[in-house]
């Protein structure tokens, strides 16, 4: 079993709606949960992660964390054509498992 | 700081011929953390080192596959010898604490 499973989609969306973006973890001791972006032909680049369980908001972002049914989300608000990218969830005990990634394009 | 700095940044090479990756760190960053990148795989670690020592390789996937870092500000990923199966995009990451990793722009690999 993948420690984290990710929809690798596409997800399409009209310029200024909400994107949501889930994974799902299998080992409940995992503490840290990170989302990157990764736009094309690029390296993945910290979004935002959280530690335990709650939400963390920064600007348009914002993570939540569910450890209870151990799920992660992300929501974009007001999403933007500059938001389409690759999103990538990971868990971290003492090193980094990413989801396969879903990728994200905001129509203009 | 200009972060991390990988080259070359694509490689074309033919099958059996060694390949030699190359990563700078971000200056004072204690970790460093190779990953390569597929279709089929997604984003995998291969090897991460804290103060210049490999602390996990389980993801190296053979024998053919080597890291090193000598220094601080120095670490090469080789492979040797080299089949298509390793076509792949590779990336060098760094970090402080083992947590906020930051990622080089990747080196893209093609073994014909």
């Known amino acids: 079993q993948k420690e984290v499973e990710q929809d690798p989609g596409p997800l399409s969306v009209p310029e200024g709606a909400i994107v949501s973006l889930n994974c799902t973890y299998s080992?409940?001791?995992?503490?840290?949960f990170m989302w990157y972006r990764q736009y094309s032909r690029k390296g993945p680049e910290l979004l935002m992660y959280?530690?335990?369980?709650g939400n963390k908001e920064d600007g348009r972002f914002t993570a939540q964390v569910d450890k209870s049914s151990k799920y992660i989300s992300l929501f974009i608000r007001d999403s933007q054509p500059s938001d389409s990218a690759t999103y990538l969830c990971?868990?971290?005990?003492?090193?980094?498992?990413f989801g396969a990634g879903t990728t994200v394009t905001v129509r203009a | 700081d200009a972060g991390v700095i990988q080259s070359p940044r694509h490689e074309v090479t033919e099958m059996g011929q060694e390949v030699t990756l190359r990563c700078k760190p971000i200056?004072?960053?204690?970790?460093l953390f190779w990953y390569r990148q597929t279709m089929m795989r997604g984003l995998e670690l291969l090897i991460y080192?804290?103060?210049?020592?490999?602390?996990?390789d389980s993801g190296m996937p053979e024998d053919r596959f080597s890291a090193k870092m000598p220094n601080a500000s120095f670490s090469t990923l080789k492979i040797q010898p080299s089949e298509p199966r390793d076509s792949a995009v590779y990336f060098c990451?760094?970090?402080?604490?083992?947590?906020?990793?930051?990622f080089g722009p990747g080196t893209r690999l093609t073994v014909t």
């Open positions: 200056s004072g960053h204690d970790y």
């Open positions: 080992n409940s001791a995992f503490q840290y």
């Open positions: 990971a868990v971290n005990d003492y090193k980094l498992s």
């Open positions: 990451a760094s970090s402080q604490d083992r947590y906020e990793q930051y």
């Open positions: 080192f804290n103060n210049n020592v490999p602390i996990d």
């Open positions: 959280t530690y335990s369980s």
